[in-house]
């Protein structure tokens, strides 16, 4: 069997990270498969909550101290690989997919697989950016990625979104292709006893309507209009809760989300509950789920999950979000919180009606995103690199 190597900056992320738990959920089932599989990280993964324990996937730390710790770094990865001798390299995200460029001329019978995780970041991304330096920095790794995509064996987008996007930047067609995020049906299964549990932990009585975000802190989720839309959904019912779910990966913006809410008046009815790891139990404990992410999302494992646990969504059209729900769910535009509010009071008044039954909802996220579709299709992609994949 072929020997896989994943390479990513950390596979620590408040919030718990798609791109983060997607590398860990491809890389176990391609292990699982036989194949031989090693994760390298830049950075030490201390805070990590990522567990290959009982499978004989090789998690490395290359020890990089800081952004400008290369040559270090460099050495350390070059060392790694040439030990390993991968027939694969992918890579995940931009600064990844940046460093298997250089590595190319040295390892020249390694496919170099680049992992695309996002749509448009585009203007609206670097202007929200806190700090000039991060702007620039942000600038400068996506313009050298647009450069260096010529050279890469394959692309791999996991939404049309990202594909189409990329492609408008001069992405080269030919080496650019989708696979869908995979969605763990089995694991991801709806359970009225645990969504009650973790319920009474936040003092949400039985007959109250819980509506949750799901999403680090951050611009691009928008929370803001989550918030905004939540107020007005106040104003109209009592029997309402709304839940934030997510690390704070950026604390000037959390704060100014905290003070928001208290703007709004809406301190009292408004749970933060920072990053979990009992995700199962926080879906169960949903009535709906809003993703209102403005900009940059690519395929939202936030809404997959929701769905497979049989959960409606309100969704903004940006990446795949609306595909992903189809017409299992409710579509708005980005920063329309008028429209955010209306879809919310819509499925609120629907959610005892059948429109939206949790069956159906989940049996789209079974029959179009699961795992096994996920590692079925990368397995081959992969494979077909390879002169002797027959």
Known sequence: MKKIVFLIRSLARSGGGGAEKQLTTLAKGLSLKGYDVSVLCFYPDTNSEIDFSGTSIKLISLGKQSRWDMAGFFGRLFQQLKSIQPDVLHSYLPDSNIVTIFLKPFFPTTKMVWGIRHSNWGD?????????????????????????????????????????????QGF??????VISNGIDVDHFQPDLKTGKTIRQEWGI?????????????HPMKDHSTFLKAAALVIQERQDVRFICVGGEEQ?????????????LGI???VIWAGARVDMPEVYNALNILVSVSAFGEGFSNAIGEAMAFGKPCVVTDVGDSALIVGNQGIVVPPNDVQALKTAVMQLIAELNTGNYTQSKIRQRIVENFSVLQLIIKTENTLLSLFDDSA
Not at 205 to 217: E, V
């Open 124 to 168: 609206s991304q670097l202007n929200i950016e806190r700090g000039k330096k991060l702007s620039k920095w942000v600038r400068s790794t996506l313009y050298i990625e647009q450069k260096l995509a010529q050279f890469a064996d394959l692309i791999i987008a996991n939404s049309h979104a990202g594909q189409k996007y990329h492609l408008s």
């Open 172 to 177: 080269p067609a030919e080496s650019m292709i």
């Open 205 to 217: 009585s039985a007959n109250m309507i819980l509506i949750g975000i799901i999403g680090r802190l």
């Open 251 to 263: 604390q000037d913006y959390a704060r100014e989300l905290y003070e928001l809410t208290n703007v």
């Open 267 to 269: 301190t009292e009815q």
